[in-house]
């Protein structure tokens, strides 16, 4: 087999495993993967407006206003218009959705967990440091080095290797 087109395989099936697994931690929380990441990014971020949460999500669908109108909806995020400019909407938390958020973080260290026993002592900077350079030729370049900012900015962050990032 071709290595890269191995290399392709094997990164995309241990994508797809890894969502399965978020998947199944956020089930008994009655959410998705997707409005997971949607509630922890809003926590972090808070307020943010619509366009620039879409600008913090990996998505396929691009543009995340279903994902917030089914949050809002189950009382998890609330809208509410800017001070500063009436046409922007800005999201953040619930006391509700908030109180998720941290048990999504739990369900999300669990995973992390399996992740780091799976690993183990193997050294994971030489492979970054590839997926890194890798993800430049990406549309998501940007957006990943904005979860990185956000997640080092966040009191007590775990740092860079975060499996949130």
Request: net charge negative; glycine share 6%.
């Given at each position: 087999?071709?290595?890269?087109?191995?290399?392709?395989?094997?990164?995309?099936?241990?994508?797809?495993?890894?969502?399965?697994?978020?998947?199944?931690?956020?089930?008994?929380?009655?959410?998705?993967?997707?409005q997971?990441?949607?509630?922890?990014?809003?926590?972090?971020?808070?307020?943010?407006?619509?366009?620039n949460?879409?600008?913090?999500?990996?998505a396929?669908?691009?543009?995340?206003?279903?994902?917030?109108?089914?949050?809002?909806?189950?009382?998890?995020?609330?809208?509410?218009?800017?001070?500063?400019?009436?046409?922007?909407?800005?999201?953040?938390?619930?006391?509700?959705?908030?109180?998720?958020?941290?048990?999504?973080?739990?369900?999300?260290?669990?995973?992390?967990?399996?992740?780091?026993?799976?690993?183990?002592?193997?050294?994971?900077?030489?492979t970054?440091?590839?997926?890194?350079?890798?993800?430049?030729?990406?549309?998501?370049?940007?957006?990943?080095?904005?979860?990185?900012?956000?997640l080092?900015?966040?009191?007590?962050?775990?740092?860079?290797?975060?499996?949130?990032?």
């Amino acid at each position: 087999m071709d290595p890269l087109f191995e290399f392709a395989l094997l990164l995309k099936a241990i994508e797809r495993e890894l969502e399965r697994r978020i998947n199944e931690a956020m089930q008994p929380l009655g959410i998705t993967a997707a409005q997971a990441d949607a509630l922890v990014v809003i926590g972090q971020a808070e307020p943010l407006s619509l366009k620039n949460l879409g600008d913090l999500l990996i998505a396929e669908a691009g543009h995340p206003s279903r994902l917030v109108d089914r949050l809002a909806e189950a009382g998890l995020v609330k809208r509410r218009v800017s001070g500063e400019d009436r046409r922007r909407v800005e999201l953040s938390l619930t006391p509700r959705g908030r109180r998720l958020a941290e048990r999504v973080s739990g369900a999300r260290d669990s995973v992390s967990e399996l992740a780091s026993q799976l690993i183990g002592e193997r050294d994971l900077s030489s492979t970054l440091e590839l997926l890194r350079e890798l993800s430049q030729y990406t549309s998501y370049a940007q957006l990943i080095e904005r979860r990185r900012a956000l997640l080092e900015a966040e009191p007590g962050a775990r740092g860079a290797t975060d499996a949130d990032a």
